[in-house]
């Protein structure tokens, strides 16, 4: 168990958005290492900037991740390619019009991406993002629908 939490402290983790409304109760330990974490830093960095012992680490941190709030983040995992934010551009403009440019660098901004190097593993966030940004339900789904193949591979 013990190599698991060094091995932990390797890891980068990202916070996650909760789509199920629920009411989560959090306790001090946990809305701390929560607003540290940053998924260009390691766990155990920020571990050491906010000054927790690897014991509450490890149970907060399992908290969290019981809760959907954080999970890990693979670090040079596979990137999406120009294709992938072609066809995004293509599809986000045929659903909102002439704003779908402001919309797709705004939700990039947002996920801290760069339009040259969006991560296979956070496409469907990416995707969910911006068809929020879509009022008409129907068109919304036929977004998503046109997007789904280019993120399988």
Request: charged content about 30%.
């Amino acid at each position: 168990m013990e190599t698991s939490k060094q091995s932990r402290l390797q890891l980068h983790y990202r916070k996650c958005a909760r789509l199920d409304n629920k009411e989560v109760l959090l306790d001090a330990d946990m809305i701390r290492l929560l607003i540290a974490i940053d998924e260009n830093k390691a766990l155990g960095r920020v571990a050491q900037e906010i000054g927790m012992n690897p014991d509450k680490l490890s149970a907060t941190l399992e908290k969290l991740l019981e809760l959907k709030l954080v999970e890990p983040v693979r670090k040079n995992g596979a990137r999406l390619g120009s294709q992938f934010i072609a066809a995004l551009k293509h599809h986000l403009a045929r659903a909102v019009g002439p704003m779908a440019q402001i919309i797709l660098e705004d939700a990039i901004s947002d996920m801290n991406l760069s339009e040259k190097k969006i991560p296979q593993n956070q496409a469907a966030e990416l995707i969910s993002l911006l068809a929020v940004e879509i009022p008409d339900e129907d068109v919304r789904m036929q977004f998503k629908k046109a997007m789904l193949p280019l993120i399988k591979v």
